[in-house]
């Protein structure tokens, strides 16, 4: 609960690299991630390359406050799911939503960022941008969907934790 409770949205970062050893945690926490029939379903950019971050970030709103950590983080994880996978049975959706890949790429990034806070990193997770866009920026091919930007680095400021919720004000017993 400690990781969980600690961990906050990191926009500022120090001007100091990631190390392999501490990435490649943060990427192992993703292999051992749950997912839609163990389909494994996203694909990882691994971004360091100034020129590529500012590309990505050419498709990031200025009104996103993570606007700045996407060329000032020195690793930004792009997180791109393989499309007509996760949710599908014998190649077809099997799902309400047809979009299984959603819930899979959301505990993907759950695993990095409880993964990188443990670490001592800090990162936040970005989804408003264009996302075909930032697509282009990665090279990205056909089949696959960019889901979520997440700058990531050793944090230069931490903020205070938000106000939560109360278990009471979100739980139903039995029925809603």
């Known amino acids: 609960m400690k990781v969980i409770k600690e961990r906050r949205s990191v926009r500022n970062f120090e001007d100091k690299a990631v190390p392999d050893d501490l990435l490649q945690t943060v ?3 993703v292999q051992w991630t749950p997912s839609w029939a163990n389909t494994q379903c996203w694909e990882i950019v691994v971004i360091k390359d100034p020129e590529v971050k500012a590309r990505v970030q050419e498709a990031v709103p200025k009104s996103n406050p993570a606007f700045k950590s996407i060329v000032n983080a ?3 994880l792009a997180l791109c799911a393989r499309l007509n996978d996760s949710g599908y049975y014998k190649n077809a959706v099997t799902t309400k939503f047809g979009d299984w890949f959603m819930f899979d790429l959301g505990l993907a990034t ?3 960022v409880l993964a990188a806070h443990a670490a001592g990193l ?4 970005a989804g408003l941008f264009d996302h075909d866009k930032a697509a282009a920026a990665v090279n990205m091919p056909a089949g696959h969907e960019l889901v ?3 700058p990531m680095g050793f944090p230069s400021k931490v903020p205070s934790a938000p106000k939560r919720k109360e278990i009471s004000e ?3 017993e ?3």
């Open 74 to 76: 020195p690793v930004v």
């Open 27 to 29: 990427l192992e926490a």
């Open 122 to 125: 800090g990162t936040v997770i």
């Open 110 to 112: 759950q695993s990095i």
């Open 174 to 176: 039995n029925t809603f």
């Open 148 to 150: 979520v930007l997440i």
């Open 170 to 172: 979100f739980t139903r």
